[in-house]
């Protein structure tokens, strides 16, 4: 793994993101906050989830600390949530700016959930924390339609066609 497919797999994260935010913007406080279900019930939970998890693992890899998980119950809106996963996305942006490709390398001891001690190289376990979100960006693209949103497409050939400024579907 190369620093370079770490700063892209973030820039996708970020793009991702960014594309579900105008459809988050149109639901209700209601919608926004609905137990529909999922491993996190809600829309925000789910995303105050996505957002404790990525900024728990860059501090744990070394760059800006998060201290204990975030409480969805701190973050009423989703502008209080863009508000600080902005921060988040800078400080991964930053952290990642003061890595080199042997810093990838370097082993982090983690703790598992039930404390107890792991390690993996500093890259993996970085690639991990953004690629985490994929997974959660779908649970949330799912519990849109169950409201009756079309979620964006934020497919990864989606991102590649923006980036390179095509279609490609």
Not at 51 to 58: D, E, I, N, P
């Amino acid at each position: 793994m190369q620093l370079r497919d770490l700063e892209r797999l973030y820039d996708y994260n970020r793009w991702a993101n960014d594309q579900l935010m105008p459809i988050l913007e149109r639901l209700t406080p209601e919608e926004f906050t609905r137990e529909v279900g999922g491993a996190y019930g809600s829309i925000r939970n789910t995303l105050v989830h996505m957002m404790s998890a990525q900024w728990g693992w860059l501090g744990g890899c070394g760059g800006l600390k998060r201290g204990p998980r975030l409480n969805p119950d701190d973050f009423p809106t989703l502008g209080s949530i863009k508000e600080t996963w902005d921060r988040i996305e800078q400080a991964d942006r930053e952290f990642l700016a003061s890595l080199t490709d042997d810093d990838l390398e370097r082993m982090v001891v983690y703790p598992n959930e039930r404390g107890e001690a792991r390690s993996l190289p500093l890259g993996e376990l970085m690639e991990h924390a953004a690629n985490h979100n994929v997974h959660h960006r779908g649970q949330v693209s799912m519990m849109l339609r169950m409201m009756g949103h079309a979620p964006a497409d934020v497919d990864l050939l989606m991102y590649w066609g923006y980036k390179h400024g095509v279609a490609v579907w």
